[in-house]
Nanobody
Framework: QVQLVESGGGLVQAGGSLRLSCAAS????????MGWYRQAPGKQRELVAA???????NYADFVKGRFTISRDNAKATVSLQMNSLKPEDTAVYYC?????????WGQGTQVTVSS
């Protein structure tokens, strides 16, 4: 089993920054992809950014140029640097680790951006 624990959420004013971190533990499969998803009230969960074990990244259009995803394979962590935050970025942010036949989710961390 894999456990994912997120940290770094909170309340920030529009235009501000936050950094989310996710630490994986347990039987972590090699060749995994890690990513961040978010879910706002009344909306579906959506991809924010993902990064493969080799470093290839993928971003949702709505965060390009504002958010940066990174990972440390030795520490089994993934981070999301969020800059120029907007009120519409308010959501619960979830960490995900995936391999072709399995996926694991963290419990989520709340990000609230005030206008």
């Amino acid at each position: 089993q894999v456990q994912l624990v997120e940290s770094g959420g909170g309340l920030v004013q529009a235009g501000g920054s936050l950094r989310l971190s996710c630490a994986a533990s347990g039987s972590i499969p090699s060749g995994n992809a890690m990513g961040w998803y978010r879910q706002a009230p009344g909306k579906q969960r959506e991809l924010v950014a993902a990064i493969a074990s080799g470093g290839y990244t993928n971003y949702a259009d709505f965060v390009k140029g504002r958010f940066t995803i990174s990972r440390d394979n030795a520490k089994a962590t993934v981070s999301l640097q969020m800059n120029s935050l907007k009120p519409e970025d308010t959501a619960v942010y979830y960490c995900r680790l995936s391999i072709p036949r399995a996926e694991y989710w963290g419990q989520g961390t709340q990000v609230t951006v005030s206008s």
